[in-house]
C-alpha cells in the first residue's frame, strides 16, 4: 500500500480496469509515422450518455475556421461529446525541477470535442513521494468530482497541478488509480518523440501534440464553445 503525504487515506496499487474491444484495425490509430498511437477503450452507452450526445448533436455549436486535417492528423472537433477514452501505446514522459515525475507506457487520455486530449497516468509509474495532497476539488458531469495534487521536488513547488477521480462515475471508472497534470505547471511533458505545447486557457489542461489540428477550446474568441 502507498500512503500519499498529506493524506490520511491510503491508495492500493492494482491493476488498472481497462475493458477493451477485440483489437481491429479500426481501433488503433496508426494513421502515419507522425502522430500518436492509441486504442480504443470502451466507454458504456448509457442512458445518460447517450442523451447528452443527443443533445450535442442537435444543438452543439461548431465555430468557423475548423481546420480539415491532412495526413496523420486528427481534428479535435472530430471527437465526440461526451467524451472518450483512448489507451496510450506510445511513452508518456512529465518532468518538474529536474525530476522525472512520470514515465509510463499505460497513460489512457480523454478526448472531448474542441479541446487537445487530457493523459492520465497510472499511480504506480508516477513518483509518489514528490506528490502532497492539495486544496480544494471541482466536479466534472461525465467523470464526477476531481481532488487535486501539488509536486514539491525540493524547494520548487507546483500547487495544484494535478487531479484524479479517487470515485469516477461508472461509465469512467477506467480512471481509477490514475492522475492527470497541467502540461503549463510542470517543466516538460512528452508522447513519444513529441514534446507537448500546453493548451491555451488558465482553466485548461489539454496536451497539444503534432497531429493535432484544432481551433482549440482556450484560444481567444473561444468563450462560449
Known amino acids: 500500500m502507498l500512503q500519499l503525504r498529506g493524506s490520511s487515506s491510503l491508495w492500493r496499487l492494482c491493476e488498472t480496469r481497462l475493458e477493451f474491444k477485440t483489437k481491429t484495425e479500426s481501433d488503433i490509430d496508426m494513421k502515419s509515422e507522425s ?6 477503450i470502451e466507454v458504456p452507452l448509457t442512458a445518460r450518455l447517450a442523451s447528452e450526445a443527443e443533445r450535442w448533436a442537435t444543438h452543439g455549436v461548431r465555430p468557423e475556421g475548423i481546420v480539415e486535417p491532412g495526413p496523420g492528423q486528427e481534428s479535435v472537433w472530430d471527437y465526440p461529446r461526451p467524451p472518450a477514452l483512448q489507451r496510450v501505446l506510445d511513452r508518456v514522459t512529465i518532468e518538474f525541477a529536474g525530476q522525472t515525475i512520470a514515465d509510463t507506457t499505460m497513460a489512457v487520455r480523454v478526448c472531448e470535442t474542441a479541446s487537445p486530449p487530457t493523459y492520465y497516468i497510472p499511480l504506480a509509474d508516477i513518483r509518489s513521494e514528490f506528490l502532497r495532497v492539495g486544496a480544494g476539488s471541482s466536479a466534472c458531469e461525465w467523470k464526477g468530482v476531481a481532488t487535486y495534487f501539488s509536486l514539491m521536488v525540493g524547494r520548487k513547488e507546483s500547487e495544484q497541478c494535478a487531479w484524479t477521480y479517487q470515485n469516477p462515475t461508472p461509465e ?3 480512471l481509477v488509480e ?6 503549463d505547471r510542470v517543466d516538460r511533458c512528452t508522447v513519444g518523440e513529441f514534446e507537448v505545447t500546453p493548451q491555451p486557457g ?13 481551433p482549440f477550446k482556450g484560444e481567444p474568441g473561444s468563450h462560449g464553445w
Open 172 to 174: 469512467y471508472d477506467a
Open 202 to 214: 488558465e482553466f485548461y489542461a489539454g496536451w497539444i501534440t503534432p497531429d493535432l489540428v484544432g
Open 178 to 183: 490514475m492522475i492527470a497534470f497541467y502540461p
Open 35 to 40: 502522430g500518436v498511437r492509441t486504442e480504443t
